[in-house]
């Protein structure tokens, strides 16, 4: 159990800041961008290089695509998986990361080493086949050069770089850096670096210092492609490393993505200047001898540092192109974000295959590409569309399954008035725990000046709701919105104001201490007396909290959470321990907030509490909202009707009887309650013609609520 205090981010340190953001909308599509180009980038090779097969049509323009996109597409990716793994692992901590990325990595690269590996190596054999119809040729390319980790290199890699971050990290805060003072002067630099339009030659640097000096360095390939073998090697350690490592920087003042945003056309135009000069130097196709460059030796030297500073001005053009163009959320774009992974994952054998086919067929390249890239998306999409997002595949590649179809919206949700403005809000969120689905595209909201009261059985979803507000859980799919920002802002939660059903507090420190405590957070509270009297706490404000009763310590927690004057405010069983006096109380004191334009989410099992304060109700059951309304139109939505009678009658019976909710016998006295208020009694008659004291009310709001959930069960 933890105490959550509405002015401190809850998961990132101290140095971070965070936007008003639950996704990274730019930066998911640009990771998606450099995914599906290595469909692009694959797909060319036939057209310029034996591999895997020598098509007939030959083409400079595709082998200068080639060029292009494979000097920056890999610094590309692992610079934004260095930010998103920063993110998540300071979100989810060292155990929830480690897990979600043994299931998100491990598990694929795994499963692709043992089916995609034989598979592409077989047609990439039978290519070279083609091509070099003698059995030498054939042989030496078969021939053993380390582990085959083909395309799925980039997940071995990305394992290596989570776990020498995390080592490195813990090794660093542990033993140099324990205050954070060091850190907080690498922000300080990295953001005076990242400032001038020059600092792509300052990161080019690592990567420059193992290529320039390589003799074996093929110059026209760029980073070598790490495809075979265990053992990491150098030039990709520093060309993907040194990415990894400034995304994770990056990650740690987030507002830095804007200088690349502001950047974003000078950094294109000096990366297709780069580009320009050293396809000049080197030539429009690989020279035959890979590792020499035509010229004076000073030649090799530029080359070198144009290659390397162009990979890094391509990665901040990019990066800062998607954050001009591509900033909002878009179904459009989430869903391919979605659909890389698995493209790029299974479209090596695809491509290959049919660069295979196609290489004899007497067709123009203009054709043959675009038909090879045109039938393996086809077939891909297809593939995803009906056997990825909807299964246990989609789950662990995206976190996530995703209905083909969306789900029929509950015949029992009511409109809501318009006219306010929503305050907290649930956008289609989904939310599992393994196999568990805690929330099912649930979408819900609460408007200023109204109580909404959240009922539902255990498990129905209630309390992930309100961690998902919070920001102590991450939605797997779905919108969250409070204050009209990021849960995970600081600024969003300032008009927070909680109580949560499970506190703990310094036991030393009394209610009044405690109350100065969270008023210090927030930027314009009631003073501690203005909340003792509003709370009425008085009589046990300067008793320690740890000798406080069970009541009095919710009276506190309540008084904590309302000290803000908070805009939102989430209670979750706040009367829970307390006494009738105490309770009433308590009602009147949120009466208060809500007439005064608070808007407050309620979780109760007190159904009557719900009755006497909420301006609007919501049923959940099983992760989905079943029914949403004012008191009276939900009782309406079922039309329940209590008939009461002292009768003698089996109470077993009438349970069974058409139409009945419940049915209990107290003193003599039968209640039941049902649908059809005519048919109950005329049965009631006939059971005990004596029946007597015959009274028939509208059922309560527990009622109703209690024959919504039973109907979803």
């Known amino acids: ?116 590996a034989p598979i592409t190596v077989a047609i990439l054999v039978w290519g070279l086949s083609r091509t070099f119809p003698t059995a030498t040729a054939t042989d030496a390319a078969a021939a053993p050069q380390g582990f085959p980790l083909t395309h799925l290199w980039f997940l071995y890699y990305l394992c290596v770089f989570y776990v020498s971050a995390i080592a490195l990290r813990a090794a660093f805060v542990a033993g140099i850096d324990r205050d954070g003072a060091l850190r907080a002067r690498l922000d300080t630099v990295l953001r005076a670096a990242l400032a001038s339009t020059l600092a792509p030659l300052a990161f080019a640097l690592p ?41 994770w920087l990056v990650h740690r003042q987030t507002d830095l993505l804007e200088i690349w945003r502001r950047q974003w056309a000078i950094n294109l135009a000096l990366a297709v200047a780069l580009s320009t000069l050293c396809l000049v130097l080197v030539g429009l196709l690989p020279a035959a001898d ?6 004076a030796p000073i030649n090799r030297l530029v080359y070198a540092l144009a290659y390397t500073a162009s990979v890094w001005y391509w990665v901040f053009g990019l990066i800062g192109a998607t954050l001009r163009f591509c900033a909002n959320a878009s179904p459009a774009r989430r869903y391919l974000a979605d659909t890389s992974y698995w493209f790029y994952l299974v479209h090596l054998p695809i491509v290959f295959g049919l660069q295979v086919i196609m290489m004899r067929w007497p067709l123009h390249w203009t054709l043959k590409f675009p038909l090879i890239v045109a039938i393996t998306l086809g077939l891909l999409f297809a593939s995803y569309h009906w056997l990825v997002r909807p299964t246990f595949i989609g789950e662990i590649l995206n976190g996530r399954k995703v209905p083909r179809y969306a789900p029929k919206p509950s015949p029992h949700v009511l409109p809501i008035e318009e006219g306010t403005t929503a305050v907290a809000q649930l956008l ?21 000046g109204e109580l909404v009261a959240v009922l539902g059985p255990n498990g129905a979803g209630k309390t992930t709701a309100l961690g998902l507000w919070l920001g102590t859980l991450e939605p797997d799919a779905g919108q969250v919105r409070v204050m009209g920002g990021s849960p995970f802002d600081v600024h969003s939660r300032l008009g927070v104001g909680v109580m949560m059903q499970d506190v703990n507090l310094a036991p ?22 203005q909340t003792v009297a509003l709370t009425g706490i008085e009589a046990f404000a300067g008793k320690r909290y740890d000798k406080l009763s069970g ?40 009466a208060a907030l809500r007439d005064g334009g608070c808007a407050i989410v309620l979780t109760t099992h007190y159904l009557e509490e719900a009755e006497v304060l909420a301006d609007r109700v919501a049923v959940l059951a099983e992760g989905r909202l079943i029914a949403e309304g004012s008191v009276d139109a939900m009782r309406a939505l079922i039309l329940c009707k209590r008939v009461r009678a002292a009768c003698q009658v089996d109470v077993e019976q009438v349970r069974r009887w058409p139409g009945v909710v419940d049915a209990m016998h107290d003193a003599g006295v039968v209640t039941v309650t049902g649908s059809d208020a005519e048919e109950i009694v005329r049965r009631l008659f006939a059971a005990d013609p004596g029946l007597r004291q015959l009274e028939v009310k509208q059922a309560s709001l527990a009622e109703a609520f209690t024959e919504l959930t039973k109907e979803v069960a």
């Not at 289609?428 to 200023?448: E, I, M, N, Q």
């Open 1 to 116: 159990m933890v105490t959550w205090h509405p002015g401190s981010p809850p998961f990132e340190e101290p140095a971070m800041t965070t936007p008003a953001t639950d996704r990274f909308h730019a930066l998911d599509a640009a990771r998606a961008f450099a995914l599906l180009l290595g469909i692009v980038l694959h797909a060319t090779m036939s057209f310029f290089l034996p591999i895997p097969a020598q098509d007939v049509s030959q083409s400079t323009t595709l082998a200068v695509s080639f060029y292009v996109i494979h000097s920056f597409r890999m610094s590309l990716f692992f610079l934004i998986a260095g930010f998103f793994a920063h993110m998540a692992f300071h979100r989810r901590g060292l155990r929830a990361f480690a897990k979600d990325r043994a299931k998100r990595i491990l598990v694929p690269m795994t499963a692709g080493w043992l089916v995609l």
């Open 207 to 247: 990567l420059f210092a193992v290529l320039a000096f390589d003799p074996a360095w093929p110059v026209w390939f760029g980073i070598p492609t790490p495809d075979t073998g265990l053992r990491p090697q150098l030039p990709a350690l520093a060309g993907f490393g040194t990415a990894f490592v400034l995304g």
């Open 290 to 295: 890979p590792t020499t460059i035509a010229g």
């Open 428 to 448: 289609g969120v989904t939310k599992r725990f393994g196999t568990t689905v805690a929330l099912d595209d649930f979408s819900f909201s609460a408007k200023a």
């Open 508 to 529: 030393m420190l009394s209610a009044r201490e405690h109350i100065a405590l969270a008023a210090s957070y927030y930027r314009d509270p009631l003073s501690v007396a």
């Open 551 to 590: 009541g009095q310590k919710r009276q506190v927690q309540f008084a904590i959470a309302i000290c803000g004057q908070p805009k939102l405010l989430f209670l979750d069983e706040p009367t829970v321990g307390l006494d009738i006096p105490a309770r009433e109380a308590l009602w009147r004191t949120i």
